[in-house]
């Protein structure tokens, strides 16, 4: 069964709910079972119009579907998709934001999710070789760094009294 066109290359499958779904480099299908006659599957896009950056940028959680795309995180039910690293977003465009090097997409084998309890790991590596680990709080809604193996364990964002947005520090 054919799930989508040769050109759009499937990245990985996984069940969620108890549904099956199947990232693409494009997009998010749904895949039902067929009880009747030779089985197999059907697959049929969903409303998640994001595919996966790497093979293994996806993980699932308790609050949905989360998975790294070429622009964002995204969290998402099997439908629509909503980023939620907005405060990472210099380093998914290639810009260096406050010594934190950009994430290196040339290495999608590097890009990694999993979750705990309500956090999830974000695991990459940056254009200087180096692998960078974020964790995200879904009850707070906000970004840590993680420095393995170092004294000071988090850095995360500081909030202008002015109203100004977060900022990553």
């Not at 439908?79 to 290495?107: C, H, M, W």
């Not at 692998?131 to 009850?139: D, G």
Request: hydrophobic share 40%; proline share 5%.
């Amino acid at each position: 069964y054919e799930v989508c066109s040769p050109s759009e290359e499937l990245m990985n499958g996984f069940v969620w709910a108890d549904e099956s779904y199947t990232f693409s480099r494009l997009r998010l299908y749904k895949l039902y079972l067929n009880l009747s006659g030779d089985g197999g599957v059907t697959p049929a896009p969903t409303g998640c119009q994001k595919g996966l950056a790497g093979r293994w940028a996806f993980a699932t959680s308790l609050f949905g579907i989360v998975f790294v795309a070429d622009d964002n995180v995204y969290l998402t039910s099997g439908s629509q998709s909503a980023p939620i690293a907005d405060d990472l977003k210099p380093l998914f465009e290639g810009e260096t934001k406050n010594g934190y090097l950009p994430i290196n997409f040339a290495v999608p084998t590097a890009l990694r999710l999993w979750t705990w309890q309500h956090y999830l790991f974000f695991t990459y590596r940056d254009t200087g070789g180096t692998n960078q680990t974020w964790i995200y709080s879904f009850l707070q809604r906000h970004w840590l760094h993680y420095n393995f193996g170092a004294s000071q364990i988090a850095h995360g964002f500081s909030h202008e009294l002015a109203g100004a947005g977060p900022e990553l520090l």
